[in-house]
C-alpha cells in the first residue's frame, strides 16, 4: 500500500511539474514567463534585479519601476503618458524680449516633480545677429559681456532667468537660446548640499565627490 501511495505522490508531482513547465502562475494557471504574477503584489523587503538586461523595443511601450520619494512606493512610470520624460533636454528659443533680458520666464514645468537645469545658452540679435553687445547704463561703449542665468522655483513652477550684471543692458534687442534639462525627482536621490573648497590663493586642488544623499 506505501509503494501505491508514493508512486502515486510520484505522478502527481510530476503532472504538477509538466503543467508549469513554462514557468510558474501566481493567480494564473497560465503563465507565459518564469513567474507570471496577476494581481497586486506587496514586498516587505528588498528587490534586486541581478541581470534585467537590455530593452530594444520602443519607448512607447516599455515602463520604469521607480520609488516614489513622496510615499516611499514602488509604482510604474510610463513614458509614453508622461508630462515629460525620466530625463527630458531641449531648448528655449527666447526671442522678442527686453534688452534687459529676461528676469522671470515660466517654463510651466511643476517643481513637485522635476528639477530644472540650465546646461549652457547662445546670446544673438534678432534674426541671428551676431554683433549685439552689453553696454554701461546710459553709456553706448560696448563692455566685457557677463551674464546671470538661473533656474528658480516660484508659485510652483520652474522660472528662468537670463540678464546682464550689475544693471547693464543689451545694445539692441536679443534673442536667447537655453539648453534646459528637466529630471524626473522619483528618478533621482535628493540633491545634496553646497560644496565649498578653500583653493589657498593656488590654481590646482583636489576634493572628493560626497556620497549621493538618499530620501
Known amino acids: 500500500m506505501k509503494n501505491i501511495l508514493a508512486i502515486i505522490a510520484l505522478v502527481g508531482n510530476f503532472l504538477i ?3 508549469q513547465t ?3 502562475g501566481i493567480g494564473t494557471t497560465t503563465p507565459t514567463h518564469t513567474l507570471e504574477v496577476n494581481g497586486n503584489t506587496k514586498l516587505s523587503g528588498n528587490l534586486y534585479f541581478e541581470d534585467p538586461g537590455t530593452y530594444t523595443g520602443s519607448s512607447a511601450g516599455s515602463y520604469f519601476l521607480v520609488r516614489d520619494n513622496s510615499d516611499n512606493v514602488i509604482k510604474r512610470y510610463v513614458p ?8 527630458n533636454s531641449t531648448v528655449y528659443f ?3 524680449i527686453s534688452t534687459s533680458g529676461v528676469t522671470n520666464f515660466d517654463t510651466g514645468i511643476p517643481a513637485s516633480k522635476y528639477y530644472v537645469v540650465i546646461g549652457g545658452f547662445i546670446v544673438r540679435g534678432q534674426n541671428n545677429d551676431s554683433n549685439i553687445n552689453i553696454t554701461r547704463p546710459n553709456n553706448l561703449g ?3 559681456p557677463q551674464y546671470s542665468t538661473r533656474s528658480f522655483v516660484q508659485n510652483g513652477t520652474w522660472r528662468i532667468q537670463f ?3 550689475n544693471g547693464r543692458i543689451f545694445d539692441r ?3 536667447i537660446r537655453l539648453s534646459i534639462s528637466a529630471y524626473r525627482r522619483d528618478m533621482l536621490t535628493t540633491i545634496n548640499n553646497q560644496i565649498s573648497y578653500d583653493m589657498n590663493a593656488v590654481t590646482t586642488g583636489t ?6 544623499v538618499l530620501p
Open 17 to 19: 511539474l509538466s503543467a
Open 22 to 24: 513554462n514557468g510558474v
Open 80 to 87: 509614453a503618458t508622461s508630462e515629460f520624460s525620466a530625463i
Open 94 to 96: 527666447i526671442t522678442n
Open 142 to 144: 560696448d563692455y566685457i
Open 163 to 165: 540678464t546682464p550684471n
Open 173 to 175: 534687442v536679443p534673442e
Open 207 to 212: 576634493a572628493s565627490i560626497p556620497a549621493p
